[in-house]
């Protein structure tokens, strides 16, 4: 699969917008903690990812995906919080892929429903897996497994209905600014695909 010169571009353009992000609101404290585990954090580190998909398709928001977590792991040192973080905004985004092929007449909706889900999915189990390793332990509610999955779940369910929605406008200005760029690179991604 070949990716054009405007894809690498739109990918490295929105790659540093992710990194932006996570040191201005990381530095700033502007990060906003979850009410009910001060652990978790919500951020805008994922709307650029979003957008990047939206624009230029899975595999710029893939490696804007990874361009994501490889930061966060050097500024934080943090390699599990930062592969979770990656996992987070790629599993949102694969999600809408998935709901954009498979129900062609509501597609916003849809996309939207699915990528949230499939998050909120991956993550609870990928937190769970993580729990059952041992690297991360329940903490607030070692006893009570069932609210740390509806905690995980709300979290992260929010985390991306704000990723989605901030992303989806994004996408959406772009495209009233510049339908032509937009079809133009849709064309040369057709072609690079056949």
């Known amino acids: 699969m ?7 571009a739109g990918t490295a353009v929105f790659a540093a917008l992710v ?10 404290n502007l990060k906003l903690p979850f009410p009910w585990n001060t652990d978790l954090k919500f951020d805008f580190t994922g709307v650029p990812i979003v957008s990047a998909f939206l ?27 930062a592969s ?7 599993s949102t985004i694969l999600g809408m892929a998935v709901g954009m092929k498979i129900v062609s007449k509501f ?19 990928a937190n769970f897996l993580l729990v059952y390793v041992g690297v991360l332990s329940f903490r607030t509610y070692a006893e009570i497994p069932v609210i740390y999955a509806l905690l995980l779940g709300a979290f992260n369910a929010i985390a991306g ?5 901030l992303g ?27």
Request: proline letters at 1%; one cysteine or more.
């Open 55 to 81: 624009i230029f398709g899975l595999i710029p928001g893939a490696l804007t995906s990874i361009i994501a977590s490889v930061a966060i792991a050097a500024r934080s040192g943090n390699v599990i919080g």
């Open 107 to 125: 597609k916003g909706a849809t996309m939207f429903a699915f990528g949230i889900l499939l998050r909120v999915l991956v993550m609870v189990a």
């Open 2 to 8: 070949k990716i054009s010169t405007r894809e690498i």
């Open 161 to 165: 209905i704000i990723c989605i929605s």
């Open 84 to 90: 979770m973080k990656g996992l987070a905004e790629f």
């Open 168 to 194: 989806y406008l994004i996408y959406e200005a772009v495209k009233r600014r510049a339908r032509a760029l937009l079809a133009k690179a849709k064309d040369e991604t057709k072609e690079t695909a056949r």
């Open 19 to 28: 990194v932006v992000f996570d040191y201005a609101l990381k530095y700033s």
